[in-house]
Every structure is written in structure tokens, then in C-alpha cells.
């Protein structure tokens, strides 16, 4: 089975999607199986960073029906080491509107991708479907730059992350669930509270929802006074949320990423030796471990 990982954040345009692209060339570069599905809604972007403008079928045309399966939709690069995407759709009222019913299946499609790796390129913001995208995945990773508004954009991210995953935890037809569902919680202590009120030892329960919750950390953009802000992060995040947030990497500011949407390509294809490209190659290195290592513990066999 492959492994999942998202890419989630809470502003926009913090480079999440030049990142997603990078690194799945970079892993179907390294012999990966690699698909990349574009679930941002609405921002749907991934194909063009290809060059690809004009997409035969998009993620519109598995949502419509019209296909049964998701690799039907997706999209062969032979000249980017036979990366597979699938190119996202434009936002309509049923793709906003997706009902539980509708998300399963597309989430049913991506685990039935007959790949080593699946990359979610989930969006910007804190809908419920970026949520749900994002924390589906086996590995997350998030992005932020180094000022102290997109941290905090990105802590908030994360709360709301942990506290959709929280409240999944609880079946809605047992007595916290219920309880939990009724409510509105601006913070993740407020869950817990309530459900120890609720129930003895629900807090317990609720806090091993979140005991594999370990999001990877890239701040892009970075520049040399960025420690501080990325110091204060992992505070916050450990002191309101309970988890810890490893640092995947460090993408420097870079003109050649620009260049390189300029050519539609990915910039480590057009200018490997460029510091981002670099950068991002530091990163899929360190990917690929993580990705062997999932596939150990859970015991599965895509080598
Ligand atoms: N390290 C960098 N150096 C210079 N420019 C960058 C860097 N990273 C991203 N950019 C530029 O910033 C812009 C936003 O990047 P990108 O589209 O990847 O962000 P995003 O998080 O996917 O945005 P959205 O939330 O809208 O989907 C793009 O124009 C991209 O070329
Ligand atoms: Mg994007």
C-alpha cells in the first residue's frame, strides 16, 4: 500500500505547492512510484507548475462519476521520471459542498493508487475537507515562512487540526460524542475539559488520538534571524497541543524558484545546484527514510 503524506498550512502562499511538486519529482527521481493528487479546491495549480494547461481529466471527472478509479484521471510525466498527478478542480458547489459520503470514496480511490507514494497537495486554510485531507495522510508536513504571522497562522492550523481529530476520535453516538458535537471549541483544552466532564477518563482517550500526530516542519523562505519565531512554534505547539513538531528543513529565499514557474518546470529539474533546489534535495533524502521507515512499521513491501 502506499504511503500518504499531505501538505498543509494555514496562510496561503507559503509555498506548499512548489515544495509538493519538488519533492514528488525529486522521489519518482529516485526510482519511487510517485502519484501526486491535487486536492486544493478551488486553487487547483499543481498540473501548470508542469506545464501541463490543459489536463484531459481532472478530479472533476472521478467526482462526477464519470470514472470508477482515480489512476483513469491522473496524468503520466514520462519526461519527470514517470510522475503520475491527478490535476484538481475548480471550485463548484458540489466539490465545496462534498458530503461525507463523497469524501470517503475519494479517499477509498487514493489508497486504492496502485504507487509507492501519494502526495496531497491539500491547500491553504482550515475548511473541514482541508482538515480531513490533510490529517488522513500517514506522513504530514507543514509549511510556513519564518514571520511571526504565518507562524501563527500555522499554529492556529494546527489547533483546529488537532481538535477536528480529537472530536473524530469519539464515535458521534456514544455519550462524549454527542456532548462534543453539540459544542464549538476554540481551543484543544476546552475538548479535553469537557470530555473528562463528560466521561472519566475520556481525556486519556482523547490524547491518543493525537499520539502519532508528529507534523513535519519546513519553513521556506527562510532567513538567518528565523530561529527565534521557529523556537517559539515548537513552544506553542508543545504547550497547547501536546505534540512535537520535527523540523523537515529549511528552504532558503530563492529568484530561481521564479525562474523556474517562469519555465514551468520544477526548480530542481531546471536548476538543481540552485540553494532551493538544494534545499528541497536535502529534503526528499530525508522523506525517503521517513517513507522506509513507515513502511517497516507497518509492515508493508513496496521495495
Ligand atoms: N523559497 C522561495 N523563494 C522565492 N519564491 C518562492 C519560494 N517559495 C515559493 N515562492 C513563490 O511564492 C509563491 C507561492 O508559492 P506556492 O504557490 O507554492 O504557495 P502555496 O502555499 O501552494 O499557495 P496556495 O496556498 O495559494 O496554494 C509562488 O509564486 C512561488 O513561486
Ligand atoms: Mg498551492
Avoid: W
Amino acid at each position: 500500500m502506499a504511503v500518504t503524506i499531505s501538505i498543509g498550512s494555514g496562510k496561503g502562499g507559503t509555498g506548499k505547492t512548489t515544495l509538493l511538486c519538488n519533492l514528488a519529482l525529486l522521489l519518482a527521481k529516485k526510482g519511487k512510484k510517485v502519484c501526486l493528487v491535487d486536492l486544493d479546491i478551488g486553487g487547483a495549480d499543481t498540473h501548470l507548475l508542469f506545464g501541463l494547461f490543459e489536463p484531459k481529466y481532472s478530479l472533476t471527472d472521478f467526482l462526477n462519476k464519470k470514472f470508477d478509479s482515480l489512476s483513469e484521471v491522473a496524468h503520466t510525466f514520462y519526461s519527470f521520471h514517470g510522475l503520475q498527478i491527478i490535476p484538481g478542480t475548480g471550485s463548484t458547489l458540489q466539490t465545496a459542498n462534498m458530503s461525507y459520503q463523497e469524501k470517503q470514496r475519494l479517499l477509498r480511490a487514493i489508497s486504492a493508487l496502485d504507487v509507492d507514494v501519494v502526495l496531497l497537495d491539500v491547500g491553504a486554510g482550515t475548511s473541514y475537507h482541508t482538515l480531513d485531507f490533510f490529517m488522513y495522510s500517514d506522513i504530514q508536513i507543514c509549511v510556513t515562512m519564518p514571520e511571526p504571522t504565518s507562524i501563527m497562522d500555522l499554529f492556529g492550523f494546527l489547533q483546529l487540526a488537532t481538535i477536528r481529530k480529537v472530536l473524530s476520535s469519539f464515535l458521534s453516538s456514544s455519550e462524549v460524542g454527542k456532548i462534543l458535537k453539540k459544542n464549538s471549541f476554540p481551543t484543544l483544552k476546552d475538548v479535553f475539559d469537557l470530555a473528562e466532564q463528560t466521561q472519566e477518563g475520556a481525556k486519556e482517550k482523547a490524547q491518543q488520538a493525537l499520539l502519532f500526530f508528529h507534523p513535519l516542519l519546513v519553513i521556506n523562505r527562510d532567513v538567518d534571524n528565523a530561529r527565534l519565531n521557529k523556537v517559539k512554534l515548537k513552544q506553542l505547539v508543545a504547550k497547547y497541543l501536546g505534540i512535537d513538531i520535527p523540523l523537515l528543513g529549511n528552504i532558503p529565499e530563492d529568484p530561481a524558484i521564479k525562474d523556474a514557474l517562469r519555465a514551468y518546470m520544477p526548480v530542481c529539474e531546471l536548476s538543481s545546484k540552485a540553494p532551493s533546489a538544494q534545499a528541497m534535495g536535502v529534503i526528499a533524502d530525508k522523506t525517503e527514510k521517513l517513507i522506509e521507515l513507515f513502511n517497516k512499521k507497518s509492515g508493508n513491501s513496496t521495495q
